[in-house]
């Protein structure tokens, strides 16, 4: 059932062929590979061009995807239905979490390694600091979806 859900208008060969049009693109490690994302790098200077003509060839495929271009470098393409806020939405249904009454945003990435993008750490910080109902984990990948979790339990 996941991975049906992960699959919806994703095509990871067709990603791979419409980026191998461009030239500016290359890919990061094996390490930095999944089946519903792939990431490579790109000089913050090109980005808003790849990024936007990337987006039109991919819908023109069919394809329904998220393209985020973070940290001045990196630029991952994902199935629209991956990623971290997405999980986090996907557990949340699956254990039920509403019914318990748990609210609030999440805000991935932490401090040290600076994986959250750099526009969401900007309005984190003008925005949401003083508001409980926003944290900014700050543990890494699933176990700050997972941080997230323990800390709106224990604030509802």
Not at 24 to 31: A, D
């Amino acid at each position: 059932m996941v991975l049906h859900y992960l699959d919806h208008k994703w095509d990871r060969d067709v990603v791979l062929e419409e980026i191998a049009k461009f030239p500016e693109l290359t890919m990061q490690s094996e390490t930095e590979q999944r089946r519903h994302k792939v990431s490579f790098y790109l000089e913050k200077g090109k980005a808003p061009n790849v990024v936007k003509a990337l987006s039109k060839r991919l819908e023109k495929r069919g394809l329904d995807v998220k393209i985020i271009y973070s940290n001045g470098i990196a630029l991952d393409v994902l199935a629209q239905a991956a990623g971290k806020g997405r999980t986090l939405a996907f557990l949340l249904e699956k254990l039920n979490v509403d019914e318990l009454g748990i609210r609030g945003t999440l805000v991935c990435g932490d401090s040290t390694v600076n994986n959250a993008q750099e526009e969401l750490l900007h309005w984190y910080t003008e925005n949401a600091r003083s508001n409980p109902q926003i944290i900014h984990a700050t543990e890494r990948c699933a176990a700050g979806i997972l941080q997230a979790i323990g800390e709106f339990s224990q604030a509802n």
